[in-house]
DNA sequence: CACAATCTGAAACATCTGTTTCATCGCTTG
DNA sequence: CAAGCGATGAAACAGATGTTTCAGATTGTG
Protein backbone atom coordinates (compact mmCIF):
# COMPACT_ATOMS: atom_id res chain seq x y z
CA UNK A 1 0.00 0.00 0.00
CA UNK A 2 1.38 3.65 -0.95
CA UNK A 3 2.38 6.16 1.51
CA UNK A 4 -0.54 8.27 1.03
CA UNK A 5 -2.92 6.78 3.82
CA UNK A 6 -5.93 8.50 5.35
CA UNK A 7 -6.76 8.52 9.16
CA UNK A 8 -10.33 6.23 8.49
CA UNK A 9 -7.60 3.47 6.28
CA UNK A 10 -5.83 3.01 9.36
CA UNK A 11 -8.68 3.24 11.22
CA UNK A 12 -9.81 0.47 8.79
CA UNK A 13 -7.15 -1.50 8.91
CA UNK A 14 -6.19 -1.73 12.56
CA UNK A 15 -10.16 -1.51 14.36
CA UNK A 16 -10.47 -5.10 14.22
CA UNK A 17 -7.36 -4.86 16.33
CA UNK A 18 -8.09 -2.28 19.10
CA UNK A 19 -9.03 -2.60 22.65
CA UNK A 20 -12.63 -1.43 23.45
CA UNK A 21 -12.12 1.99 24.28
CA UNK A 22 -9.36 2.12 21.52
CA UNK A 23 -12.38 1.61 19.01
CA UNK A 24 -14.67 3.57 20.74
CA UNK A 25 -12.11 6.99 20.32
CA UNK A 26 -11.48 5.49 16.91
CA UNK A 27 -15.40 5.73 16.23
CA UNK A 28 -14.86 9.49 17.64
CA UNK A 29 -12.14 10.17 15.30
CA UNK A 30 -13.49 8.86 12.29
CA UNK A 31 -16.99 10.22 12.58
CA UNK A 32 -15.73 14.04 13.41
CA UNK A 33 -12.51 14.27 11.55
CA UNK A 34 -13.19 17.96 11.44
CA UNK A 35 -13.07 18.33 15.22
CA UNK A 36 -10.06 16.23 15.69
CA UNK A 37 -8.29 18.40 13.06
CA UNK A 38 -8.96 21.14 14.28
CA UNK A 39 -9.49 20.94 18.15
CA UNK A 40 -7.17 19.98 21.06
CA UNK A 41 -6.77 16.45 21.81
CA UNK A 42 -8.19 17.27 25.40
CA UNK A 43 -11.32 18.91 23.84
CA UNK A 44 -11.82 16.30 21.43
CA UNK A 45 -11.42 13.85 24.65
CA UNK A 46 -14.14 15.02 26.74
CA UNK A 47 -16.55 15.76 24.26
CA UNK A 48 -16.51 12.31 22.93
CA UNK A 49 -16.13 10.94 26.64
CA UNK A 50 -12.96 8.82 26.25
CA UNK A 51 -10.05 10.05 28.51
CA UNK A 52 -7.40 12.02 26.77
CA UNK A 53 -5.15 9.24 27.38
CA UNK A 54 -6.62 6.64 25.05
CA UNK A 55 -6.48 9.33 22.38
CA UNK A 56 -2.77 9.56 22.95
CA UNK A 57 -2.64 6.23 22.54
CA UNK A 58 -4.74 6.01 19.50
CA UNK A 59 -2.83 7.76 17.61
CA UNK A 60 0.15 5.09 18.25
CA UNK A 61 -1.91 1.98 17.96
CA UNK A 62 -2.80 3.44 14.64
CA UNK A 63 0.91 3.69 13.36
CA UNK A 64 1.20 7.52 13.97
CA UNK A 65 4.27 8.84 16.04
CA UNK A 66 2.05 11.69 17.82
CA UNK A 67 -1.29 12.53 17.69
CA UNK A 68 0.34 15.62 16.43
CA UNK A 69 1.08 13.57 13.36
CA UNK A 70 -2.18 11.85 13.13
CA UNK A 71 -4.02 15.27 13.40
CA UNK A 72 -1.56 16.54 10.80
CA UNK A 73 -2.86 13.47 9.20
CA UNK A 74 -6.31 14.76 9.54
CA UNK A 75 -5.54 18.44 8.23
CA UNK A 76 -3.89 16.99 5.21
CA UNK A 77 -7.04 15.29 3.90
CA UNK A 78 -9.00 18.08 4.84
CA UNK A 79 -7.26 20.09 2.82
CA UNK A 80 -7.62 17.89 -0.39
CA UNK A 81 -11.08 17.67 0.32
CA UNK A 82 -11.58 21.51 0.62
CA UNK A 83 -9.70 21.94 -2.32
CA UNK A 84 -11.72 19.29 -4.60
CA UNK A 85 -14.83 20.53 -3.59
CA UNK A 86 -14.48 23.64 -5.04
CA UNK A 87 -13.76 21.69 -8.42
CA UNK A 88 -16.28 19.86 -7.87
CA UNK A 89 -18.60 21.56 -8.87
CA UNK A 90 -17.09 21.82 -12.47
CA UNK A 91 -16.00 18.49 -12.88
CA UNK A 92 -19.36 16.93 -12.15
CA UNK A 93 -20.98 19.48 -14.42
CA UNK A 94 -18.69 19.95 -17.41
CA UNK A 95 -16.68 18.19 -19.24
CA UNK A 96 -12.98 19.18 -17.77
CA UNK A 97 -11.36 16.15 -16.63
CA UNK A 98 -11.25 14.95 -13.04
CA UNK A 99 -8.41 14.32 -10.82
CA UNK A 100 -6.10 11.57 -12.64
CA UNK A 101 -6.60 8.22 -11.83
CA UNK A 102 -10.48 8.71 -10.98
CA UNK A 103 -11.80 9.62 -14.18
CA UNK A 104 -14.20 6.79 -14.43
CA UNK A 105 -15.47 6.91 -10.88
CA UNK A 106 -16.34 10.44 -11.53
CA UNK A 107 -17.88 10.27 -14.59
CA UNK A 108 -20.32 7.51 -12.82
CA UNK A 109 -21.16 9.13 -10.21
CA UNK A 110 -22.33 12.34 -12.05
CA UNK A 111 -24.08 10.03 -14.88
CA UNK A 112 -26.09 8.83 -11.97
CA UNK A 113 -26.88 11.63 -9.93
CA UNK A 114 -28.30 13.07 -13.29
CA UNK A 115 -30.42 10.06 -13.34
CA UNK A 116 -31.60 10.13 -10.02
CA UNK A 117 -32.20 13.80 -9.90
CA UNK A 118 -34.26 13.37 -13.20
CA UNK A 119 -36.13 10.19 -11.67
CA UNK A 120 -37.39 12.66 -8.93
CA UNK A 121 -38.85 15.83 -11.05
CA UNK A 122 -40.43 13.91 -13.86
CA UNK A 123 -42.59 11.46 -11.42
CA UNK A 124 -45.54 12.94 -11.17
CA UNK A 125 -47.70 13.28 -8.57
CA UNK A 126 -50.00 10.58 -6.82
CA UNK A 127 -48.42 8.41 -10.00
CA UNK A 128 -45.78 6.25 -7.72
CA UNK A 129 -48.35 6.24 -4.92
CA UNK A 130 -50.63 4.93 -7.05
CA UNK A 131 -49.00 1.75 -8.37
CA UNK A 132 -47.05 1.52 -5.31
CA UNK A 133 -50.95 0.88 -3.91
CA UNK A 134 -51.96 -1.38 -6.17
CA UNK A 135 -49.05 -3.68 -4.87
CA UNK A 136 -50.05 -2.82 -1.41
CA UNK A 137 -53.64 -4.40 -2.05
CA UNK A 138 -52.73 -7.54 -4.05
CA UNK A 139 -53.03 -10.69 -2.35
CA UNK A 140 -49.97 -12.05 -3.48
CA UNK A 141 -47.14 -10.30 -5.96
CA UNK A 142 -45.01 -11.85 -7.99
CA UNK A 143 -41.73 -10.26 -8.87
CA UNK A 144 -39.96 -10.88 -12.82
CA UNK A 145 -36.94 -10.19 -13.86
CA UNK A 146 -34.39 -11.75 -15.93
CA UNK A 147 -30.90 -10.82 -17.20
CA UNK A 148 -29.44 -7.61 -15.65
CA UNK A 149 -32.63 -7.25 -13.45
CA UNK A 150 -32.60 -10.65 -11.54
CA UNK A 151 -30.23 -9.46 -9.18
CA UNK A 152 -32.73 -6.76 -8.31
CA UNK A 153 -35.45 -8.57 -8.29
CA UNK A 154 -34.10 -10.36 -5.76
CA UNK A 155 -32.97 -7.88 -3.88
CA UNK A 156 -36.34 -6.49 -3.52
CA UNK A 157 -37.78 -9.53 -2.72
CA UNK A 158 -35.49 -9.58 0.31
CA UNK A 159 -36.27 -6.07 1.58
CA UNK A 160 -39.89 -7.01 0.88
CA UNK A 161 -39.61 -10.31 3.03
CA UNK A 162 -38.85 -8.71 6.14
CA UNK A 163 -42.19 -7.37 6.49
CA UNK A 164 -44.57 -8.93 4.40
CA UNK A 165 -45.42 -12.73 3.35
CA UNK A 166 -46.95 -11.75 -0.14
CA UNK A 167 -44.07 -11.45 -1.95
CA UNK A 168 -42.63 -13.83 -4.56
CA UNK A 169 -39.64 -13.95 -7.20
CA UNK A 170 -40.58 -15.69 -10.28
CA UNK A 171 -38.34 -18.95 -11.22
CA UNK A 172 -37.08 -19.34 -7.55
CA UNK A 173 -37.32 -22.31 -5.40
CA UNK A 174 -38.28 -24.50 -8.04
CA UNK A 175 -41.28 -23.10 -9.17
CA UNK A 176 -41.17 -22.65 -13.04
CA UNK A 177 -42.41 -19.06 -13.86
CA UNK A 178 -45.49 -21.18 -15.54
CA UNK A 179 -46.53 -22.38 -12.49
CA UNK A 180 -46.17 -19.22 -10.66
CA UNK A 181 -48.33 -17.27 -13.26
CA UNK A 182 -50.83 -19.89 -13.15
CA UNK A 183 -51.69 -19.59 -10.13
CA UNK A 184 -52.42 -15.65 -10.41
CA UNK A 185 -55.55 -13.68 -10.45
CA UNK A 186 -57.42 -10.57 -10.58
CA UNK A 187 -56.70 -9.83 -6.84
CA UNK A 188 -52.83 -10.49 -7.40
CA UNK A 189 -50.48 -8.12 -8.88
CA UNK A 190 -47.04 -8.32 -10.98
CA UNK A 191 -44.41 -6.44 -10.73
CA UNK A 192 -41.79 -6.29 -13.79
CA UNK A 193 -38.05 -4.95 -14.02
CA UNK A 194 -37.40 -4.97 -17.62
CA UNK A 195 -34.33 -3.45 -19.25
CA UNK A 196 -32.57 -3.35 -22.71
CA UNK A 197 -31.87 -6.21 -23.88
CA UNK A 198 -35.73 -6.63 -22.98
CA UNK A 199 -35.90 -10.22 -22.23
CA UNK A 200 -38.65 -12.38 -23.97
CA UNK A 201 -39.27 -14.05 -20.48
CA UNK A 202 -40.49 -11.39 -18.40
CA UNK A 203 -42.28 -9.71 -21.62
CA UNK A 204 -44.04 -12.89 -21.81
CA UNK A 205 -44.93 -13.03 -18.34
CA UNK A 206 -46.38 -9.57 -18.38
CA UNK A 207 -48.57 -10.39 -21.38
CA UNK A 208 -50.22 -13.54 -19.61
CA UNK A 209 -50.80 -11.84 -16.49
CA UNK A 210 -52.41 -8.80 -18.10
CA UNK A 211 -54.79 -10.88 -19.96
CA UNK A 212 -55.74 -12.84 -16.76
CA UNK A 213 -56.44 -9.86 -15.40
CA UNK A 214 -53.41 -9.04 -12.90
CA UNK A 215 -52.51 -6.24 -12.27
CA UNK A 216 -49.46 -5.16 -13.38
CA UNK A 217 -46.46 -2.84 -12.61
CA UNK A 218 -43.63 -2.32 -14.67
CA UNK A 219 -40.14 -0.66 -14.03
CA UNK A 220 -38.46 -0.12 -17.66
CA UNK A 221 -35.88 1.95 -19.20
CA UNK A 222 -37.28 3.78 -22.26
CA UNK A 223 -41.04 4.83 -24.16
CA UNK A 224 -40.11 1.91 -26.63
CA UNK A 225 -40.00 -0.45 -23.31
CA UNK A 226 -42.18 -3.22 -24.95
CA UNK A 227 -43.23 -4.09 -21.68
CA UNK A 228 -45.10 -0.57 -21.70
CA UNK A 229 -48.06 -2.18 -23.89
CA UNK A 230 -48.87 -4.55 -20.93
CA UNK A 231 -48.08 -2.20 -18.07
CA UNK A 232 -51.02 -0.96 -15.64
CA UNK A 233 -48.67 1.10 -13.83
CA UNK A 234 -45.48 2.32 -15.48
CA UNK A 235 -42.16 3.80 -14.61
CA UNK A 236 -39.85 4.77 -16.94
CA UNK A 237 -36.26 5.41 -15.19
CA UNK A 238 -33.27 7.40 -16.99
CA UNK A 239 -30.14 4.62 -17.33
CA UNK A 240 -27.86 6.84 -18.97
CA UNK A 241 -24.03 6.26 -18.55
CA UNK A 242 -21.19 6.83 -20.03
CA UNK A 243 -20.08 3.14 -20.11
CA UNK A 244 -22.21 0.59 -22.80
CA UNK A 245 -23.80 -0.90 -20.40
CA UNK A 246 -26.64 1.02 -18.67
CA UNK A 247 -26.91 2.02 -15.09
CA UNK A 248 -29.20 0.67 -12.25
CA UNK A 249 -28.34 3.13 -10.21
CA UNK A 250 -31.66 5.55 -10.53
CA UNK A 251 -33.68 1.98 -10.66
CA UNK A 252 -32.45 1.10 -7.34
CA UNK A 253 -33.50 4.27 -5.93
CA UNK A 254 -36.98 3.91 -7.04
CA UNK A 255 -37.08 0.40 -5.95
CA UNK A 256 -35.81 1.32 -2.07
CA UNK A 257 -38.64 4.50 -2.12
CA UNK A 258 -41.20 1.84 -3.47
CA UNK A 259 -40.21 -0.53 -0.84
CA UNK A 260 -40.45 1.99 1.92
CA UNK A 261 -43.86 3.18 0.91
CA UNK A 262 -44.92 -0.64 0.83
CA UNK A 263 -43.60 -0.29 4.69
CA UNK A 264 -45.39 2.51 5.93
CA UNK A 265 -48.40 1.39 4.70
CA UNK A 266 -47.53 -1.67 6.39
CA UNK A 267 -48.16 0.30 9.70
CA UNK A 268 -46.00 0.75 12.82
CA UNK A 269 -46.49 -3.51 13.21
CA UNK A 270 -44.43 -3.44 10.28
CA UNK A 271 -41.12 -2.42 11.72
CA UNK A 272 -41.70 -4.51 14.80
CA UNK A 273 -42.04 -7.85 12.98
CA UNK A 274 -37.87 -6.52 11.07
CA UNK A 275 -36.53 -5.90 14.19
CA UNK A 276 -37.92 -9.46 15.07
CA UNK A 277 -36.51 -10.59 12.18
CA UNK A 278 -32.93 -9.42 12.79
CA UNK A 279 -32.70 -11.01 15.85
CA UNK A 280 -33.37 -14.07 14.55
CA UNK A 281 -30.86 -13.76 12.02
CA UNK A 282 -28.19 -13.12 14.96
CA UNK A 283 -29.07 -15.59 16.91
CA UNK A 284 -29.01 -17.82 14.18
CA UNK A 285 -25.68 -17.19 13.91
CA UNK A 286 -25.80 -15.94 10.68
CA UNK A 287 -24.14 -12.60 11.25
CA UNK A 288 -20.85 -11.92 12.12
CA UNK A 289 -20.14 -10.64 16.09
CA UNK A 290 -16.46 -11.17 16.64
CA UNK B 1 -21.24 43.04 15.11
CA UNK B 2 -24.14 40.60 13.92
CA UNK B 3 -23.30 36.66 14.56
CA UNK B 4 -23.29 35.90 10.99
CA UNK B 5 -20.02 37.65 9.30
CA UNK B 6 -16.88 35.11 8.38
CA UNK B 7 -13.58 35.89 8.97
CA UNK B 8 -13.24 36.66 5.68
CA UNK B 9 -15.77 39.79 5.54
CA UNK B 10 -14.45 41.19 8.75
CA UNK B 11 -11.43 41.39 7.55
CA UNK B 12 -12.59 43.07 3.80
CA UNK B 13 -14.56 45.38 6.40
CA UNK B 14 -11.54 46.11 8.75
CA UNK B 15 -9.02 45.96 6.06
CA UNK B 16 -8.05 49.64 5.41
CA UNK B 17 -8.00 50.20 8.98
CA UNK B 18 -5.53 47.87 10.29
CA UNK B 19 -1.80 48.98 10.68
CA UNK B 20 0.78 46.77 8.05
CA UNK B 21 1.59 44.00 10.33
CA UNK B 22 -1.91 43.56 10.93
CA UNK B 23 -2.57 43.48 7.41
CA UNK B 24 0.54 41.28 6.63
CA UNK B 25 -1.51 39.27 9.29
CA UNK B 26 -4.92 39.56 7.73
CA UNK B 27 -3.44 38.39 4.53
CA UNK B 28 -2.61 35.17 5.72
CA UNK B 29 -5.65 34.68 7.82
CA UNK B 30 -7.73 35.16 4.62
CA UNK B 31 -5.39 32.95 2.58
CA UNK B 32 -4.88 30.08 4.54
CA UNK B 33 -7.99 29.49 6.34
CA UNK B 34 -7.56 26.20 7.01
CA UNK B 35 -3.81 26.29 8.62
CA UNK B 36 -5.66 29.06 10.90
CA UNK B 37 -9.01 26.63 11.93
CA UNK B 38 -6.18 23.80 12.32
CA UNK B 39 -3.10 25.29 13.77
CA UNK B 40 -1.84 26.86 16.92
CA UNK B 41 -1.33 30.82 16.96
CA UNK B 42 2.51 30.05 17.16
CA UNK B 43 3.03 28.25 14.39
CA UNK B 44 0.57 30.06 11.90
CA UNK B 45 2.74 33.01 13.34
CA UNK B 46 6.05 31.49 12.43
CA UNK B 47 4.84 30.23 9.30
CA UNK B 48 3.41 33.32 8.27
CA UNK B 49 6.53 35.49 9.35
CA UNK B 50 4.56 38.10 12.06
CA UNK B 51 4.92 37.59 15.62
CA UNK B 52 2.25 36.04 17.73
CA UNK B 53 1.25 38.86 19.57
CA UNK B 54 0.26 40.56 15.83
CA UNK B 55 -2.31 37.47 15.41
CA UNK B 56 -3.63 38.09 19.10
CA UNK B 57 -4.08 41.80 18.18
CA UNK B 58 -5.35 40.57 14.97
CA UNK B 59 -8.56 38.74 16.43
CA UNK B 60 -9.74 42.06 18.52
CA UNK B 61 -8.86 44.44 15.76
CA UNK B 62 -11.85 42.14 13.68
CA UNK B 63 -14.07 42.95 16.59
CA UNK B 64 -13.33 39.17 18.11
CA UNK B 65 -12.77 38.86 21.91
CA UNK B 66 -10.40 36.43 21.58
CA UNK B 67 -8.24 34.55 18.82
CA UNK B 68 -9.92 30.88 19.67
CA UNK B 69 -13.16 33.07 19.00
CA UNK B 70 -12.15 33.62 15.85
CA UNK B 71 -10.41 30.41 15.11
CA UNK B 72 -14.18 28.69 16.07
CA UNK B 73 -15.63 31.50 13.84
CA UNK B 74 -13.20 29.38 10.84
CA UNK B 75 -14.33 26.00 12.15
CA UNK B 76 -17.53 26.54 11.29
CA UNK B 77 -17.17 27.73 8.77
CA UNK B 78 -15.12 25.00 7.29
CA UNK B 79 -17.29 22.73 8.84
CA UNK B 80 -20.42 24.29 6.97
CA UNK B 81 -18.74 23.88 3.87
CA UNK B 82 -17.62 20.35 4.50
CA UNK B 83 -21.22 19.54 5.31
CA UNK B 84 -22.69 21.12 2.10
CA UNK B 85 -20.53 18.93 -0.07
CA UNK B 86 -23.77 17.80 -1.77
CA UNK B 87 -25.74 21.32 -2.62
CA UNK B 88 -27.96 19.29 -4.88
CA UNK B 89 -28.88 17.12 -2.31
CA UNK B 90 -29.40 19.69 -0.01
CA UNK B 91 -31.92 21.95 -2.77
CA UNK B 92 -33.34 19.07 -3.66
CA UNK B 93 -34.13 18.51 0.32
CA UNK B 94 -34.75 22.10 1.50
CA UNK B 95 -36.17 23.47 -2.08
CA UNK B 96 -39.74 24.51 -0.23
CA UNK B 97 -41.26 20.87 0.68
CA UNK B 98 -41.69 18.42 -1.72
CA UNK B 99 -44.74 17.87 -3.97
CA UNK B 100 -47.75 16.24 -2.10
CA UNK B 101 -47.08 12.20 -2.90
CA UNK B 102 -43.26 12.15 -3.58
CA UNK B 103 -41.80 12.97 -0.37
CA UNK B 104 -40.50 9.26 -0.14
CA UNK B 105 -38.72 9.31 -3.55
CA UNK B 106 -37.46 13.06 -2.90
CA UNK B 107 -36.17 12.08 0.37
CA UNK B 108 -34.61 8.93 -0.63
CA UNK B 109 -33.10 10.60 -4.29
CA UNK B 110 -31.44 13.39 -1.97
CA UNK B 111 -29.83 10.68 0.65
CA UNK B 112 -28.28 8.57 -2.40
CA UNK B 113 -27.31 11.76 -4.11
CA UNK B 114 -25.30 12.87 -1.13
CA UNK B 115 -23.90 9.26 -0.75
CA UNK B 116 -22.49 9.14 -4.27
CA UNK B 117 -20.82 12.28 -3.84
CA UNK B 118 -19.28 11.61 -1.07
CA UNK B 119 -18.12 7.84 -2.40
CA UNK B 120 -16.92 10.31 -5.21
CA UNK B 121 -15.22 12.75 -3.42
CA UNK B 122 -14.02 10.88 -0.73
CA UNK B 123 -12.06 7.75 -2.54
CA UNK B 124 -8.54 8.66 -3.46
CA UNK B 125 -6.84 8.81 -6.47
CA UNK B 126 -5.06 5.35 -7.19
CA UNK B 127 -6.79 3.29 -4.24
CA UNK B 128 -9.66 2.40 -6.52
CA UNK B 129 -7.12 1.27 -9.64
CA UNK B 130 -5.07 -0.56 -7.31
CA UNK B 131 -7.62 -2.95 -6.12
CA UNK B 132 -9.09 -3.36 -9.67
CA UNK B 133 -5.89 -4.04 -10.78
CA UNK B 134 -5.77 -6.90 -8.13
CA UNK B 135 -8.92 -8.10 -9.80
CA UNK B 136 -8.16 -7.92 -13.23
CA UNK B 137 -4.61 -9.73 -12.38
CA UNK B 138 -6.33 -12.89 -10.65
CA UNK B 139 -6.67 -15.97 -12.25
CA UNK B 140 -10.00 -16.24 -11.12
CA UNK B 141 -12.11 -13.93 -8.91
CA UNK B 142 -14.75 -15.56 -6.85
CA UNK B 143 -17.75 -12.73 -5.53
CA UNK B 144 -19.00 -13.80 -2.15
CA UNK B 145 -21.86 -11.77 -0.58
CA UNK B 146 -25.10 -12.75 1.58
CA UNK B 147 -28.40 -11.48 2.50
CA UNK B 148 -28.94 -8.10 0.91
CA UNK B 149 -25.85 -8.17 -0.95
CA UNK B 150 -26.58 -11.12 -3.08
CA UNK B 151 -28.64 -9.69 -5.92
CA UNK B 152 -25.78 -7.12 -6.13
CA UNK B 153 -23.08 -9.78 -5.85
CA UNK B 154 -25.13 -11.63 -9.06
CA UNK B 155 -25.16 -8.08 -10.61
CA UNK B 156 -21.72 -8.03 -10.72
CA UNK B 157 -21.33 -11.34 -12.28
CA UNK B 158 -23.79 -10.87 -14.26
CA UNK B 159 -21.80 -7.84 -16.12
CA UNK B 160 -18.55 -9.36 -15.76
CA UNK B 161 -19.46 -12.57 -17.56
CA UNK B 162 -20.12 -9.78 -20.76
CA UNK B 163 -16.29 -10.14 -21.28
CA UNK B 164 -14.35 -12.44 -18.75
CA UNK B 165 -14.44 -15.78 -17.80
CA UNK B 166 -12.83 -15.44 -14.36
CA UNK B 167 -15.44 -14.58 -12.76
CA UNK B 168 -17.65 -16.65 -10.04
CA UNK B 169 -20.30 -16.28 -7.77
CA UNK B 170 -20.39 -18.38 -4.40
CA UNK B 171 -22.65 -20.70 -3.66
CA UNK B 172 -24.42 -20.87 -7.18
CA UNK B 173 -24.67 -23.79 -9.75
CA UNK B 174 -24.40 -26.11 -6.76
CA UNK B 175 -20.86 -25.65 -6.29
CA UNK B 176 -20.92 -24.66 -2.19
CA UNK B 177 -18.81 -21.52 -0.98
CA UNK B 178 -16.41 -24.60 1.03
CA UNK B 179 -15.60 -25.93 -2.36
CA UNK B 180 -15.14 -22.65 -4.05
CA UNK B 181 -12.70 -21.47 -1.57
CA UNK B 182 -10.88 -24.84 -1.29
CA UNK B 183 -10.16 -24.21 -4.95
CA UNK B 184 -8.40 -20.92 -4.86
CA UNK B 185 -4.60 -20.13 -4.62
CA UNK B 186 -2.07 -17.06 -4.27
CA UNK B 187 -2.82 -16.45 -7.71
CA UNK B 188 -6.58 -15.77 -7.12
CA UNK B 189 -8.99 -13.45 -5.98
CA UNK B 190 -11.94 -12.56 -3.74
CA UNK B 191 -14.57 -9.91 -3.71
CA UNK B 192 -16.24 -9.42 -0.65
CA UNK B 193 -19.90 -7.29 -0.36
CA UNK B 194 -20.98 -6.99 3.53
CA UNK B 195 -23.33 -4.36 5.22
CA UNK B 196 -24.86 -4.48 8.43
CA UNK B 197 -25.66 -6.99 9.41
CA UNK B 198 -22.47 -8.74 8.41
CA UNK B 199 -22.91 -11.94 7.38
CA UNK B 200 -20.79 -14.61 9.06
CA UNK B 201 -20.64 -16.59 5.68
CA UNK B 202 -18.97 -13.92 4.11
CA UNK B 203 -16.60 -12.61 6.77
CA UNK B 204 -15.77 -16.48 6.98
CA UNK B 205 -15.06 -16.47 3.55
CA UNK B 206 -12.93 -13.50 3.75
CA UNK B 207 -10.80 -15.18 6.70
CA UNK B 208 -10.03 -18.64 4.94
CA UNK B 209 -8.97 -16.43 1.69
CA UNK B 210 -6.74 -14.36 3.12
CA UNK B 211 -5.22 -17.21 5.24
CA UNK B 212 -4.60 -18.91 2.25
CA UNK B 213 -2.70 -16.01 0.57
CA UNK B 214 -6.15 -14.91 -1.96
CA UNK B 215 -6.13 -11.37 -2.79
CA UNK B 216 -9.09 -9.77 -0.81
CA UNK B 217 -11.45 -6.80 -1.96
CA UNK B 218 -13.56 -5.63 0.20
CA UNK B 219 -16.68 -3.33 -0.12
CA UNK B 220 -18.22 -2.50 3.24
CA UNK B 221 -20.03 0.39 4.77
CA UNK B 222 -18.39 1.18 7.73
CA UNK B 223 -14.92 1.80 9.25
CA UNK B 224 -16.15 -1.02 12.28
CA UNK B 225 -17.15 -4.01 9.58
CA UNK B 226 -15.74 -6.76 10.43
CA UNK B 227 -15.01 -7.35 6.84
CA UNK B 228 -11.65 -4.96 6.95
CA UNK B 229 -9.87 -6.74 9.10
CA UNK B 230 -9.11 -9.18 6.18
CA UNK B 231 -8.85 -6.92 3.21
CA UNK B 232 -5.86 -5.90 0.88
CA UNK B 233 -8.16 -3.14 -0.31
CA UNK B 234 -11.29 -1.93 1.39
CA UNK B 235 -13.83 0.57 0.03
CA UNK B 236 -15.91 1.92 2.23
CA UNK B 237 -19.76 3.49 0.48
CA UNK B 238 -21.59 5.37 2.59
CA UNK B 239 -25.15 3.61 3.25
CA UNK B 240 -27.31 6.97 4.66
CA UNK B 241 -30.89 6.74 4.00
CA UNK B 242 -33.86 8.13 5.60
CA UNK B 243 -34.96 4.90 6.30
CA UNK B 244 -34.36 1.72 8.43
CA UNK B 245 -32.67 -0.16 5.87
CA UNK B 246 -29.57 1.22 4.11
CA UNK B 247 -29.09 2.10 0.52
CA UNK B 248 -26.99 -0.01 -1.98
CA UNK B 249 -27.08 2.96 -4.31
CA UNK B 250 -23.79 4.47 -3.83
CA UNK B 251 -22.67 0.78 -4.09
CA UNK B 252 -24.14 -0.34 -6.99
CA UNK B 253 -22.26 3.44 -8.68
CA UNK B 254 -18.60 1.77 -6.97
CA UNK B 255 -19.94 -1.74 -8.94
CA UNK B 256 -20.56 -0.24 -12.38
CA UNK B 257 -17.42 1.89 -11.63
CA UNK B 258 -15.30 -1.15 -11.27
CA UNK B 259 -17.03 -3.08 -14.48
CA UNK B 260 -16.15 -0.13 -16.13
CA UNK B 261 -12.19 -0.21 -15.38
CA UNK B 262 -12.49 -3.65 -15.63
CA UNK B 263 -13.55 -3.62 -19.11
CA UNK B 264 -11.48 -0.94 -20.37
CA UNK B 265 -8.60 -3.25 -19.34
CA UNK B 266 -9.49 -5.68 -21.28
CA UNK B 267 -8.90 -4.31 -23.99
CA UNK B 268 -10.36 -3.31 -27.42
CA UNK B 269 -11.84 -7.12 -27.96
CA UNK B 270 -13.59 -6.84 -24.91
CA UNK B 271 -16.61 -4.78 -26.73
CA UNK B 272 -16.22 -7.04 -29.15
CA UNK B 273 -17.33 -10.14 -26.78
CA UNK B 274 -20.13 -8.24 -25.43
CA UNK B 275 -21.23 -7.15 -29.11
CA UNK B 276 -21.24 -11.06 -30.07
CA UNK B 277 -22.73 -11.89 -27.06
CA UNK B 278 -25.42 -9.69 -27.20
CA UNK B 279 -26.18 -11.37 -31.02
CA UNK B 280 -26.11 -14.37 -29.12
CA UNK B 281 -28.73 -13.55 -27.07
CA UNK B 282 -30.89 -12.05 -29.36
CA UNK B 283 -30.63 -15.10 -32.00
CA UNK B 284 -31.75 -17.59 -29.32
CA UNK B 285 -35.07 -15.92 -28.92
CA UNK B 286 -34.10 -14.58 -25.57
CA UNK B 287 -35.06 -11.34 -26.01
CA UNK B 288 -38.42 -9.43 -27.02
CA UNK B 289 -38.12 -8.52 -30.89
CA UNK B 290 -42.32 -7.38 -31.10
C1' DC C 1 -9.78 -19.94 42.65
C1' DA C 2 -5.50 -17.43 41.75
C1' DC C 3 -2.31 -15.56 38.46
C1' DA C 4 -0.85 -13.06 34.65
C1' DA C 5 -1.81 -10.01 31.14
C1' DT C 6 -4.11 -6.31 29.42
C1' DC C 7 -6.77 -2.18 29.58
C1' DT C 8 -7.95 2.17 31.45
C1' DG C 9 -8.33 6.80 33.67
C1' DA C 10 -6.37 9.97 37.23
C1' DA C 11 -2.62 12.54 38.05
C1' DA C 12 2.02 14.33 37.37
C1' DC C 13 5.11 16.17 34.07
C1' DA C 14 7.51 18.97 30.73
C1' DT C 15 6.25 21.54 27.05
C1' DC C 16 3.61 24.62 24.39
C1' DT C 17 -0.13 28.24 23.86
C1' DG C 18 -2.23 32.80 23.76
C1' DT C 19 -1.97 37.16 26.12
C1' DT C 20 0.05 41.04 28.13
C1' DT C 21 3.67 43.86 29.50
C1' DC C 22 7.31 46.73 28.34
C1' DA C 23 11.12 48.67 26.01
C1' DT C 24 12.21 50.19 21.49
C1' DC C 25 11.38 51.98 17.07
C1' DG C 26 9.76 55.09 13.45
C1' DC C 27 6.90 58.69 12.39
C1' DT C 28 4.37 62.96 12.89
C1' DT C 29 3.76 67.61 14.71
C1' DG C 30 4.94 71.73 16.90
C1' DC D 1 15.15 69.20 16.87
C1' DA D 2 12.31 67.36 20.56
C1' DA D 3 8.06 65.57 22.36
C1' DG D 4 4.39 62.64 21.63
C1' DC D 5 2.22 58.67 19.82
C1' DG D 6 0.92 54.46 17.85
C1' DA D 7 3.07 50.19 16.19
C1' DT D 8 5.84 46.28 17.07
C1' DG D 9 8.34 42.16 18.85
C1' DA D 10 10.92 40.01 22.85
C1' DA D 11 10.00 38.24 26.95
C1' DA D 12 7.27 37.02 30.98
C1' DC D 13 3.20 34.94 32.53
C1' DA D 14 -0.69 31.90 33.63
C1' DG D 15 -3.05 28.44 31.87
C1' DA D 16 -3.73 24.59 28.57
C1' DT D 17 -1.84 20.68 25.98
C1' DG D 18 -0.06 15.97 24.98
C1' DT D 19 2.43 12.22 27.10
C1' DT D 20 3.70 9.09 30.54
C1' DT D 21 3.44 6.91 34.81
C1' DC D 22 1.05 4.33 38.04
C1' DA D 23 -2.44 2.02 40.42
C1' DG D 24 -6.80 -0.10 40.11
C1' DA D 25 -10.08 -2.78 37.21
C1' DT D 26 -11.11 -6.30 33.96
C1' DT D 27 -10.21 -10.13 31.35
C1' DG D 28 -8.67 -14.51 30.07
C1' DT D 29 -6.03 -18.83 31.64
C1' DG D 30 -4.31 -22.61 34.26
Redesign the pocket.
Known amino acids: MPQSTTIEDRISKSYA?????????ADYVAENPIDVAT???????STS?????????L??ALG??????M?EDGRAAMGRKMESFSERAHALRSSSKPPEGRVYLNRQAAACIANIEFLDRDMSNGRLEAGVDTLHNANSVLLVGSLGSSGFVDYFSYLTHWFSKTWQVAGRNGTTLAAALARLGPEDAILALSKAPYAKRTISALKAAKQKGVATVVITDSHSSPALEFADHAYIVPTESPQFFSSYAATLVLIETIVTMLLTKSGPEAEDMIRAAEDQIRSLGETWTG
Chains 1, 2 share one sequence.
Not at 49 to 57: H, K, M
Not at 64 to 69: A, N, S, V
Open positions: GLSDKLQLARSLRSVAGVSPATFSRARYKDYEQR
